[in-house]
């Protein structure tokens, strides 16, 4: 039986009147052993949320002396602003990619906090008058909540569920310190992909936009070609310059673009399976990713923000925690010799950088060099949970909530698959 954090009797309890807790749990139990008989939560189990649970305890639980109920009659009015509201404009991310809250309808699919498909079975209409808060997650994910949405997390490592206006009140105080766990991988099907997902991401590093290459440092070659050609075949190679060669693939053609500024990570991909996912991952550190020997940090690098963006979000579909960073872009002085020598010079532009943690449970690349940096899972580590960066009162601009039939009742919001509580 879950159990209210802490229970306080109703005012109206009389001064001769005691609580009875185990006539109040008996009460409790038995309702939440009934299941419901109609619509979309037929033969599903009753689950008393807070609210509920304290009407029931009230009634069933004040005695008088005599060791009768003192109440035996109550009339129960619910306000209809008891909804977990979000602005319209969060995005919610489905198998399809991504709709908002203010699309989003009734049979619609989303995830749970465990990757697991999940249905809409309800939603509310437009509010715009209860209390609305802006809380910024130090990862970069920004949500617009309403004072009683609710959140599922860890207070000082113990569970406990809380509303964002109490997370606003607690977050101005010494002791604070609540924490959400990430999310699961997201679970979808094996997709048809207009080429191996590990080609694609090394092509979106290391592959020319207008022409079916890609360029692979000489050392290299063997574990590239080798991942390559489980699902693909080199038509051609020939030697470049900096101690790489550049190898043609005609099956690189339907990707192939106007411009290199034109390179992000189609959708179909985003939203593949896991193993999909995870091979594109793949190929996307071993073309311009790295793992540090120090605490296992994998980066993957970009000019590019939007791609970026894109590897930030496959992360998150993976169930890894990231961030993105940026810094002024360099390169080599000169190509032709190792650039611990020859030094680096600044090119004008930004170097967006992705950083996350590798754990050896995941093979988040494919050449043997750069998984042996990566360490031990520790559960415990922050890089499993995601926390709160600042918490502010804004105006209502529109807020909804929905219900969904996921056994937690969460689901998942954000382009950081952040997990929360529904209605």
Same mark, same amino acid.
């Given at each position: 039986m879950r159990k209210l954090k802490k229970y306080k009797p109703t005012k109206f309890k009389a001064r001769t009147s005691h609580y009875d807790k185990e006539a109040a749990d008996y009460a409790v139990n038995f309702i939440q052993c009934l299941c419901h008989t109609k619509g979309t939560w037929a033969g599903k189990p009753f689950e008393l949320i807070d609210w509920q649970e304290q009407i029931v305890r009230d009634l069933f639980g004040i005695k008088k002396k005599n060791g009768y109920r003192q109440?035996?009659?109550?009339?129960? *009015?619910i306000g209809k602003k008891m909804g977990k509201q979000v602005a319209l404009n969060t995005l919610i991310p489905t198998p399809k990619g991504f709709t908002t809250m203010g699309e989003i309808k009734v049979g619609d699919t989303v995830f749970d906090e465990t990757g697991s498909p999940c249905h809409v079975v309800a939603k509310s209409q437009v509010d715009f008058d209860e209390q609305a808060y802006r809380i910024v997650f130090k990862d970069g994910e920004v949500i617009e909540a309403g004072e009683n949405h609710q959140w599922i997390g860890e207070k000082h490592q113990k569970p406990i569920m809380m509303t964002t206006g109490d997370l606003y009140r607690y977050f101005q105080t010494k002791s604070y310190n609540f924490r959400i766990a990430v999310n699961g991988a997201l679970e979808a099907p094996e997709a048809e992909l207009p080429i191996d997902p590990y080609l694609m991401g090394y092509w979106l590093g290391n592959g020319?936009?207008?022409?079916? *290459?890609?360029?692979?440092?000489? %050392?290299?070659?063997p574990e590239v070609l080798f991942?390559?050609?489980?699902?693909t075949v080199v038509n051609n190679a020939w030697l470049n310059v900096g101690d790489s060669l550049i190898f043609k693939i005609n099956e690189l053609k339907p990707v192939l673009l106007k411009s290199f500024h034109d390179k992000v990570i189609p959708i179909e991909y985003l939203r593949a399976s896991k193993e999909q996912r995870l091979r594109l991952l793949q190929g996307l550190m071993d073309s311009d990713g790295c793992i540090s020997g120090v605490k296992g940090q994998g980066v993957y690098y970009s000019t590019e923000k939007r791609l970026a963006e !894109?590897? %930030? *979000?496959?992360?998150? !579909?993976?169930?890894?925690?990231?961030?993105?960073? %940026?810094?002024p872009s360099t390169q080599p002085a000169n190509r032709d010799v190792p650039s611990q020598e020859c030094g680096r010079v600044a090119t004008g532009e930004t170097c967006y950088m992705v950083k996350f943690t590798c754990f050896d449970d995941v093979k988040v690349a494919g050449l043997s060099r750069k998984l042996k940096n990566r360490i031990p899972r520790n559960p415990t580590t922050r890089s499993h949970f995601r926390y709160i960066d600042s918490i502010e009162k804004i105006e209502n601009r529109g807020m909804q909530c929905i219900q969904v039939d996921s056994p937690s009742h969460q689901y998942l919001i954000g382009k950081s698959c952040l997990p929360t509580h529904n209605s």
């Amino acid at each position: 039986m879950r159990k209210l954090k802490k229970y306080k009797p109703t005012k109206f309890k009389a001064r001769t009147s005691h609580y009875d807790k185990e006539a109040a749990d008996y009460a409790v139990n038995f309702i939440q052993c009934l299941c419901h008989t109609k619509g979309t939560w037929a033969g599903k189990p009753f689950e008393l949320i807070d609210w509920q649970e304290q009407i029931v305890r009230d009634l069933f639980g004040i005695k008088k002396k005599n060791g009768y109920r003192q109440f035996n009659t109550a009339y129960i *009015e619910i306000g209809k602003k008891m909804g977990k509201q979000v602005a319209l404009n969060t995005l919610i991310p489905t198998p399809k990619g991504f709709t908002t809250m203010g699309e989003i309808k009734v049979g619609d699919t989303v995830f749970d906090e465990t990757g697991s498909p999940c249905h809409v079975v309800a939603k509310s209409q437009v509010d715009f008058d209860e209390q609305a808060y802006r809380i910024v997650f130090k990862d970069g994910e920004v949500i617009e909540a309403g004072e009683n949405h609710q959140w599922i997390g860890e207070k000082h490592q113990k569970p406990i569920m809380m509303t964002t206006g109490d997370l606003y009140r607690y977050f101005q105080t010494k002791s604070y310190n609540f924490r959400i766990a990430v999310n699961g991988a997201l679970e979808a099907p094996e997709a048809e992909l207009p080429i191996d997902p590990y080609l694609m991401g090394y092509w979106l590093g290391n592959g020319h936009a207008t022409k079916p *290459e890609i360029t692979v440092k000489t %050392s290299d070659v063997p574990e590239v070609l080798f991942n390559v050609q489980q699902n693909t075949v080199v038509n051609n190679a020939w030697l470049n310059v900096g101690d790489s060669l550049i190898f043609k693939i005609n099956e690189l053609k339907p990707v192939l673009l106007k411009s290199f500024h034109d390179k992000v990570i189609p959708i179909e991909y985003l939203r593949a399976s896991k193993e999909q996912r995870l091979r594109l991952l793949q190929g996307l550190m071993d073309s311009d990713g790295c793992i540090s020997g120090v605490k296992g940090q994998g980066v993957y690098y970009s000019t590019e923000k939007r791609l970026a963006e !894109t590897v %930030s *979000e496959l992360l998150w !579909t993976l169930g890894i925690k990231n961030a993105i960073t %940026s810094t002024p872009s360099t390169q080599p002085a000169n190509r032709d010799v190792p650039s611990q020598e020859c030094g680096r010079v600044a090119t004008g532009e930004t170097c967006y950088m992705v950083k996350f943690t590798c754990f050896d449970d995941v093979k988040v690349a494919g050449l043997s060099r750069k998984l042996k940096n990566r360490i031990p899972r520790n559960p415990t580590t922050r890089s499993h949970f995601r926390y709160i960066d600042s918490i502010e009162k804004i105006e209502n601009r529109g807020m909804q909530c929905i219900q969904v039939d996921s056994p937690s009742h969460q689901y998942l919001i954000g382009k950081s698959c952040l997990p929360t509580h529904n209605s």
